[in-house]
T-cell receptor
């Protein structure tokens, strides 16, 4: 099992560019989430999904889009990158079975210049 | 507003001692609370989950308590080791079903 795979690991964007952060999991988890982590701010939820075809907003959704066409994949799209989106992004997934926590990917470090 | 608070100051303890980390929350009524460990440059790793009807949960050297009256969870590491040095995050399910994290507390265990 690969777990949760995020690509790329590092990315530098210019202001105004768009890009997609990829996230894939091979554990057949229904729940998937995207978080960003900034110094002193902890992990903040961007978007999440409880299953294929279902997504909802988290605490900081502005400037980001998601879709969930399959159980395995949950890409995060930055529509027009801004320096405020410089951060480390984590994708996470978990089973619907009660009692388990989230499995996190290794993160994508994004810099917007 | 809903808040999860962890001590932002690093906790420094001597090897062999018990480390105790605190997680306080307001305006939540979580069904359960989770604890994660995060090492620098890595994603968080799930450690323990405790339900609202459980007062205490143990796993090896880890112990978590959950007091829904005080709205507080305590996370203990007994016989701490330098390898326990990391940032520890608490998380709980919000009223809308989302998993929300505290800022984390950094633990440094000195040999």
């Amino acid at each position: 099992n690969a777990g949760v795979t995020q690509t790329p690991k590092f990315q530098v964007l210019k202001t105004g560019q768009s890009m997609t952060l990829q996230c894939a999991q091979d554990m057949n988890h229904e729940y998937m989430s995207w978080y960003r982590q900034d110094p002193g701010m902890g992990l903040r939820l961007i978007h999440y999904s409880v299953g294929a075809g279902i997504t909802d907003q988290g605490e900081v959704p502005n400037g980001y889009n998601v879709s969930r066409s399959t159980t395995e994949d949950f890409p995060l799209r930055l529509l027009s990158a801004a320096p405020s989106q410089t951060s480390v992004y984590f994708c996470a997934s978990r089973s619907t079975i009660d009692g388990y926590g989230y499995t996190f990917g290794s993160g994508t470090r994004l810099t917007v210049v | 507003s809903q808040k999860i608070e962890q001590n932002s100051e690093a906790l420094n303890i001597q090897e062999g001692k018990t480390a105790t980390l605190t997680c306080n929350y307001t305006n939540y009524s979580p069904a359960y609370l989770q604890w994660y460990r995060q090492d620098p440059g890595r994603g968080p790793v799930f450690l323990l989950l405790i339900r609202e009807n459980e007062k205490e949960k143990r796993k090896e050297r880890l112990k978590v308590t959950f007091d829904t009256t005080l709205k507080q969870s305590l996370f203990h590491i007994t016989a701490s080791q330098p390898a326990d040095s990391a940032t520890y995050l608490c998380a709980l399910i919000s009223n809308t079903g989302k998993l929300i994290f505290g800022q984390g507390t950094t633990l440094q265990v000195k040999p």
